[in-house]
């Protein structure tokens, strides 16, 4: 069975510009997770979705946004990119938000932004 | 705010050695206790969790040992191989379910 899966792998972005990535949960997971990784830290929370709704946001500006389609696949979105959003993006899935205990990650989208 | 303290930044341990990796997490309403494992262009996988319900729990080579009155656990990999030259992530939840992860460990297992 697939994973989960992430597009694009990389990007290169310019400051000011808007970036869409996009994640395809496994098969039968409803609940996605987006996490913000930076390099040298752990990941951090940006967006929880299930069954399309929002049921979590970190600490993050309204810049970012997400939504939730009905084959339960997600996107987010970034605009005015900083330098500072330069980082590895992850998505990861789970059945739902309750089981976040056990999610799944993608590999990753690298942004870099110039 | 980092809720969740993890030391060493790096570790290099020589092959058939143990690794040891503690956290320190400041939330008391955290009860679920999970290590996640990266290796490089992969995103974080689920290693081994604990509840504070109990002090250790094993699988294979990997331990984690919780003491919650110091609010603190440690993941204790025996045997280390090359294989498992990674980046570990010691996380903390609660009632969101959501994580809040550690700043990483990188461990290179000699050979």
């Known amino acids: 069975d697939a994973g989960v899966t992430q597009s694009p792998t990389h990007l290169i972005k310019t400051r000011g510009q808007q970036v869409t990535l996009r994640c395809s949960p496994i098969?039968?997971?409803?609940?996605v997770s987006w996490y913000q990784q930076v390099l040298g830290q752990g990941p951090q929370f940006i967006f929880q979705y299930y069954e399309k709704e929002e049921r979590g946001r970190g600490n993050f500006p309204d810049r970012f946004s997400a939504r939730q389609f009905p084959n339960y696949s997600s996107e987010l979105n970034v605009n005015a990119l900083l330098l500072g959003d330069s980082a590895l993006y992850l998505c990861?899935?789970?059945?739902?938000?309750?089981?976040?205990?056990?999610?799944?990650f993608g590999p990753g989208t690298r942004l870099t932004v110039t | 705010q980092q809720q969740v303290k993890q030391s060493p930044q790096s570790l290099i341990v020589q092959k058939g050695g143990i690794s040891i990796i503690n956290c320190a997490y400041e939330?008391?309403?955290?009860?679920?206790f999970p290590w996640y494992q990266q290796f490089p262009g992969k995103g974080p996988a689920l290693l081994i969790a604990?509840?504070?319900?109990?002090s250790e729990k094993k699988e294979g080579r990997f331990t984690i040992s919780f003491n919650k009155s110091a609010k603190q656990f440690s993941l204790h990999i025996m045997d280390s191989q090359p294989g498992d030259s990674a980046t570990y992530f010691c996380?903390?939840?609660?009632?969101?379910?959501?994580?809040?992860f550690g700043r990483g460990t990188s461990l290179i297992v000699h050979p």
């Open positions: 996380a903390s939840s609660g009632g969101s379910y959501i994580p809040t």
């Open positions: 604990i509840r504070p319900d109990v």
């Open positions: 939330n008391t309403a955290f009860d679920y």
């Open positions: 098969s039968g997971h409803k609940s």
């Open positions: 990861a899935s789970s059945l739902a938000p309750t089981d976040s205990y056990e999610q799944y």
